[in-house]
């Protein structure tokens, strides 16, 4: 029977890239964001490309109405979901503590930690209903160390870290896996969200060194959905060449 892959975020980025992979090798897809025109997109061109269905499921993970809502109208032939990628989320700024816009704090509470708990609790029935169900949730090396004037976004990754190891303990009994992704610098549309669509800003962002694409998370997320049912990556840290950790980078003068 095929399976189905639920992305959250697939709009863009890592998301995107993330259904691609999972097309191409013969998932049907539901994919989530908000803008309905992307995913509209997104499903022509997959189905075009690929014998796999797409169901867009366009809401806001941070509402909390939306997302239960959205679960209750699956269509009863999407009711299996194998692999759930909590994938949608972003950054609003860069600004000291003192500094920082309390909307942008809020933005990134409601959707990096409270969306993902929104989404997992609502569409967790149609994971169990998989024989192999697997969340893996897109959390940052943000979340592994805190760099300065990343206070709320840090935080926020940080939960995500501490959702991820819950949930891994909590759904053994069900037989579902649990992996936590933490990618270094990505190049998407991640800084130009957190910089307000300032293009200089996002591209300095990246500036000498060569960044991850969207691409090579995603290889590594479809890695870690196809590894044998008895094994399970709990956590995974990937950079780029150039980048150790969060704080450290061989950037190219
Ligand atoms: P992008 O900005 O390219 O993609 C973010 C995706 O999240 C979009 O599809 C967007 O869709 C979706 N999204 C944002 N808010 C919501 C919401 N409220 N409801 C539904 N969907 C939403 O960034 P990335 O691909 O880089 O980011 C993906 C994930 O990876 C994020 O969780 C990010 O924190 C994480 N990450 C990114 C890194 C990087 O350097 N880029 C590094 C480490 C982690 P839409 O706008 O259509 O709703
Ligand atoms: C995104 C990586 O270092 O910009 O999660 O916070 S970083």
Not at 31 to 49: F, I, M, P, T, Y
Request: proline fraction near 4%; include cysteine; charged fraction near 25%.
């Amino acid at each position: 029977m095929q399976k189905t892959v639920f992305i959250t975020g697939a709009t863009s980025g890592i998301g995107k890239a993330c259904a691609e992979i999972f097309a191409r090798n013969g998932y049907n897809i539901i994919a989530n964001g908000r803008r309905a025109e992307r995913l509209k997109d997104l499903k022509n061109e997959l189905e075009k490309n690929f014998p796999v269905k797409v169901l867009t499921v366009d809401f806001d993970v941070q509402e909390k109405e939306q997302v239960f809502a959205a679960a209750d109208m699956l269509p009863s032939d999407w009711q299996k979901i194998d692999v759930l990628i909590n994938n949608a989320g972003l950054a609003l700024g860069k600004a000291s503590f003192e500094d920082a816009d309390l909307e942008d704090w809020e933005t990134m509470l409601h959707t990096n930690v409270e969306g993902l708990l929104f989404v997992s609790k609502a569409f967790l029935p149609f994971v169990k209903k998989s024989p192999a169900g697997h969340i893996i949730n897109i959390g940052s090396i943000a979340g592994k160390e805190v760099y300065e004037n990343g206070n709320v976004y840090c935080a926020s990754k940080f939960a995500v870290d501490a959702i991820t190891k819950a949930m891994r303990i909590e759904l053994m009994p069900a037989g579902i896996k649990v992996t936590g992704i933490h990618p270094g610098a990505v190049e998407t549309e991640f800084s130009l969200v957190r910089f307000n669509g300032d293009e200089d800003k996002a591209r300095a962002a990246y500036k000498g060194f060569k960044p991850l694409t969207g691409a090579d998370v995603a290889d590594t997320i479809w890695f870690c959905a196809n590894l044998p049912p008895h094994a399970c990556i709990n956590e995974l840290t990937i950079t780029c060449l150039q980048q150790a950790n969060v704080f450290y980078y061989n950037k190219n003068p």
